[in-house]
């Protein structure tokens, strides 16, 4: 089956939303690679998402606030944190596009220890923050458990003007409507929705990465494909479809 239309701003696909939160200062750094190469690390059931005959790895840096469950009120304290996450782009046998995440930093244990019982996701607990200096962010990561131990990203940019219209590229890796992860032997589809994506152009300042090989990819080669900053957006959840 065709991957269905990339569409930046789709109905909400869900009837009840399972989970919420707001993602906000977030960083976008992308590199292009040939599918092949991510195609062993994606769920069963998936395959790489393209475009041009490429697909993408990306870099993101954000801040996570106010997970709750269902329409309850965030979890205080636990529920708001810094997170950078490395993530691909698959799609399954249905059409669906979605991400599939090799790391999730974060800087709350608690939160970490609950995504890797529920869903297996492999969220790591991490020492983290995010720094604002005007039109500068600044994000910075050491793993703490479980391993590798002591991988550090540092990542900095500067926020540019509005993007009025996206291009095709940055279309593609931010107008995603779900996950693909596997679970108890079972790759799981979980859907999302939130309002079309605030982007702004950005320049990037520094780059110190691991955490891209320590989640078994290669080392990017040269500058970034695309390099973006959203303000953020509300974002909802909804329940996991198993795909087999």
Do not use: K
């Amino acid at each position: 089956m065709h991957p269905e239309p990339v569409d930046s701003a789709p109905t909400q696909a869900f009837r009840r939303a399972t989970l919420r939160q707001r993602w906000e200062d977030l960083t976008f750094v992308h590199w292009a690679v040939p599918p092949e190469v991510v195609a062993p690390l994606l769920p069963a059931g998936t395959r790489p998402d393209t475009l041009d005959g490429l697909t993408y790895v990306g870099l993101i840096g954000f801040r996570m606030v106010g997970l709750g469950l269902g329409v309850g009120p965030g979890v205080p304290y636990l529920g708001s944190f810094a997170e950078t996450n490395v993530r691909l782009y698959s799609v399954d046998g249905t059409g669906r596009r979605a991400v599939v995440f090799r790391s999730l930093d974060a800087s709350r244990l608690v939160p970490v220890l609950v995504a890797r019982a529920t869903l297996r996701l492999p969220y790591l607990w991490s020492a983290m923050r995010v720094q604002r200096d005007g039109d500068r962010y600044a994000y910075r990561c050491r793993r703490r458990w479980p391993g590798p131990r002591g991988a550090t990203s540092r990542l900095a940019v500067r926020v540019g003007v509005p993007i009025a219209e996206p291009t095709p590229l940055e279309h593609f890796v931010t107008a995603r409507w779900g996950l693909h992860t596997r679970a108890y032997g079972r790759t799981l589809h979980l859907p999302n929705w939130h309002p079309r994506w605030p982007l702004r152009r950005a320049e990037l300042l520094e780059l110190d990465d691991e955490l891209v090989t320590a989640a078994g990819l290669p080392a990017p080669a040269g500058a970034p494909a695309s390099v973006l900053f959203s303000p953020g957006v509300p974002v909802r959840f909804g329940p996991p479809v198993t795909l087999r």
